[in-house]
Structure formats: structure tokens, C-alpha cells
């Protein structure tokens, strides 16, 4: 299942962002209470759960993949956008109908829905047991207590500091060689389409000692790759609060990717106003932190990015990229992109088109613009783009990526990369897959006693838009 990445054809669809996924374990020790927990949204969230699976393990809780054995049923939501809820919405009824066969099983909802909905779902649809906001996981035992007693239980709170900078995430659903690690929590830009500040509170950056022993307990135990995970990592900093020593993005990139040549270092969510040149600078200078940068552009023109509030224009965004192409050359870029934001017209669009043909992203995560209650966009901007406008535009940004993505693959051709291995391909046991720095998928035959966490180097041969097929040097 590993090459089962979240792109088809390159390209993550808005179904797919919206599917969820099953944590789970090896088969939990008899006797134990298990829980069963489903993950949706971005991959903080998914972060989140591995920390909820620690917190719920420390009193004896284990993990299994199979909701008909759990005493609890958790689903960590997501709010970005209106499908992203009704897809909660819907789980949920099938929690209700499994809750009437095994009454006192708890049924909770974590994460980013918790604030908005926890009233209509706890008070009157009375849908669900127990509703925990994001900032409030180190509650959860006393929370459960209370559920499990028959009350409703809710802590929707948010923090200025909680990062559960030492709660040691148990790893769920892994490969063994890579792993995600949270640097950073909540978010303070402010884009006026993003429901984030409102779900996930302010910013605040973890510890960075914490971070490095985290990422080297994973090498120790065999991982090969983290990702270092926040809304916004370029705006990470951290102030020893003894020494004064000052922390800042690249400095903890360099701490990490220090820690061992073989241990790759990758990070997501740049956000194009911070991103300096000294973090990529830091990138050129370690082998070991990969070429690849998620950049998101969300738009391609100067006045509908200042209506989104993203705090540059296309001019800013294109300097950024020049900088990369300058101080890496071999550095893929990715995007988020809307379409059909509020009084977007047809050549604003037509910009965004313009942007990715310049920009040549390796792939995009592509969105038709949802509106989200109490965003500023809600507050201070008509969703006046009509349902088929937004979507005649999200199918032309697809299909230029899409064909971006082919070419790009298919330039690959006859190139040789360094590629990890990350386990069997998804569509036979006889093939491994793995990326390379660029962060794409690598499909090729197993040779000799090669294994999952091993480096090894492979010759393209063939492309699709979304994998390169190739051999093994
Ligand atoms: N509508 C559509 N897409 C959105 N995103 C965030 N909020 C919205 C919204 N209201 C997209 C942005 C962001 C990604 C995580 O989701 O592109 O970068
Ligand atoms: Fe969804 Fe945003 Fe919350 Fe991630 S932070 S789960 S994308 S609402």
C-alpha cells in the first residue's frame, strides 16, 4: 500500500483529501480496552492522532483497526471545507447505529470540528458522547471517566501553549521508515478563506531538543525519513528562555538533518511570505534534506491574493521561486490552489493558469473555493462565484497539472536517483517504491536482499503522470 499516495495522476482530488483512514496496530493484547480511530483532514491531524494513541495508551487503551472490537470510537475531523464535514456527519450515523448493538461504547469527535459543532452535536442531536478540541488531548482520560459514567463530555479549549512537546506519538498505521513530526501548532495568518486560526487557535513553535530527540529516537528505531509538520514551518521559532539563544526554521532543519546523513529530512507547509533564503540555503547545504518544498500559491493574481490576505502579490511569489531555482536548480516545488474565490473573473483565473505553467509545479492540491463560517472571507466577501463557474475552473487547473505532471515525469526519463525504500509497490509484492528528493514516486523490481530502509539507485525508464517506473542500478 505504500505508493498509495494521496495523488491520482499526480493530483490530489478533493474526494481523496476527504477520505478517511484507519489507525491500527498489531492485534491489541486480550483483556485490553481498545479503541478505534478514524483520521480526516491534513497531516497535522493525522499527527494529532498518534499523540491521542499515546495519551490513550498510558491508560490502557490499544489501538485496533476493527471498530466492531472497540469500547471507543474516536474521529478526528476536519473543517477546511463544507464536504470535509458532511463526510463526519455521515460516520457519525454509522457510529449511532453501532453504538444501539453495543450500548456504553463511547462515541467521540476530536480535532478541528470539535468548537464548531459541539453544541448541536452533544446537546441536541445528542450524536455523540464526548467532543475534544485539539488543544485539549491531555484531557482526554478525565473526559473519557466522565463518558464512560453516562455524562456528555466536552473541553473544546484552546492554547497559547500546549505543542505536547513530550508526549512520544504512538506510530499508527506505519511503514516503519518514515514518520511525520509535529514542529508546531495553530496558525496566525489569517488567509480570509481558512478556517485554521479559528479551529487550531495561535501559533506557537515545540521545543526544538524535543524535536531532535523525537526524530532521533524514530533513526534509532529504523525510521529513515520525517517530516517535520506545521501550518506555517517557515515561521517557526523558538527563544531559550536561559540562554536567550534564538531558534528559527533553519536552524532546526540543520539540527535535524545533523543528526544522521541517512536520516532524510522533509517539512510541509511553507508559506511563500516567510520562506527566506536562508532555510534554503540550509536545504542546498545538507544532502539529506530534500529537494522539494510545498509551496502554496492558492491564486495567481495580485488582487485576489490580497483578498485572501495572503500577504504577497504574484510578483513576490515569482521572486520566491526564482530564489529556489538560483540556490537548487534540482528542487521540485507543490501547491495548494482555489478556485472561484469571491469576484474572481475569468483573466484572474486565467493568472492562476499562468502561474502554474511558470511556476511548473510537480503536482498541486486543487480546491474549488468553500466557504467557512466566521472566516473574514464569510464576514467581508460574497461567495458570488456560481457552483459550475468554480468548477469549470478547478477542471482547468486539474487538467493543466495533469499535464504538467506527465511532462515533467516523462523529462525524468534516462535520469538516475537516489530513492528510499519504503516497502512493497501497491500493485505487486515483486516491485519496491520509494521517492526520491523530489518527493516522486519511485516503482521498480526487487533485487538481491534490498529491504524497506535501504538506499538504493534507480534509472528511469517509464513515466505516468503520478509515478516514474525504472531500475535498479
Ligand atoms: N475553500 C477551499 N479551499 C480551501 N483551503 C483552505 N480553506 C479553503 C476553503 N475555504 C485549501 C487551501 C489550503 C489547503 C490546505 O486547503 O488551498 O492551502
Ligand atoms: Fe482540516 Fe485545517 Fe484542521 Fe487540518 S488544520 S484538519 S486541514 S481544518
Sequence with gaps: MYDNNPTIDGIKSIDESQQGSVFFKESPTPGL????????????????????????????????????????????????????????????????????????????????????????????????????????????PNLLGGAEEGNRMVNVLLSREETYSEIAPVRLDTNGITAFISIMRGCDNMCSFCVVPFTRGRERSREPFSIVAEATDLYTKGYREVTLLGQNVDSYKWDNPETGEHV???????????????????????????????????????????????????????????????????????????????????????????????SETEEEHQDTLAMMEYAQYSMSYMFAYSERPGTLAARKYPDDIPEDIKKKRLNEVIRLQ??????????????????LIEGDSRKSDQDFCGRNTQNKMVVFAKKGDLKPGDYVTVTIRDATSATLLGDIV
Excluded at 447505529?97 to 478541528?112: E, M, S
Excluded at 544532502?287 to 485576489?304: A, D, F, M, T, W
Excluded at 495533469?402 to 537516489?418: E, V
Aim: a neutral charge.
Design 402 to 419: 495533469n499535464a504538467i505532471s506527465q511532462i515533467q515525469n516523462k523529462a525524468d526519463i534516462g535520469k538516475t536517483f537516489k530513492v
Design 248 to 342: 528559527d526554521f533553519a536552524d532546526l532543519l540543520r539540527m535535524v538533518a545533523e543528526i544522521h546523513p541517512d536520516l532524510r529530512v522533509r517539512f510541509s507547509t511553507s508559506h511563500p511570505k516567510d520562506m527566506t533564503d536562508k532555510v534554503l540555503h540550509t536545504m542546498a547545504a545538507h544532502e539529506n534534506i530534500c529537494k522539494y518544498i510545498h509551496l502554496p500559491v492558492q491564486s495567481g493574481n495580485s488582487r485576489i491574493l490580497e483578498m485572501m490576505n495572503r500577504t504577497y502579490d504574484a510578483d513576490w511569489y515569482r521572486n520566491r521561486m526564482e530564489a529556489i531555482r538560483r540556490i537548487m536548480p534540482d528542487c521540485a516545488v507543490s501547491s495548494d490552489i482555489i478556485t472561484g474565490f469571491c
Design 33 to 140: 480496552r481498545r479503541f478505534y480511530i478514524e483520521s480526516y483532514g491534513c497531516q497535522m491531524n493525522f499527527s494529532d492522532s498518534e499523540i491521542v494513541a499515546s495519551i490513550l495508551g498510558d491508560i490502557g487503551y490499544a489501538p485496533t483497526r476493527n471498530m466492531e472490537e472497540s469500547d471507543l470510537i474516536l474521529i478526528n475531523t476536519c473543517s477546511i471545507r463544507e464536504k470535509a464535514e458532511e463526510t463526519v456527519r455521515k460516520r457519525l450515523r454509522v457510529f449511532e447505529a453501532y453504538k444501539k448493538q453495543k450500548p456504553g461504547t463511547v462515541v467521540g469527535v476530536l480535532g478541528c470540528m470539535a468548537e464548531r459543532l459541539k453544541k448541536q452535536w452533544l446537546e441536541e442531536e445528542k450524536l455523540v458522547d464526548l467532543v475534544v478540541g485539539p488543544d485539549a488531548y491531555r484531557d482526554l
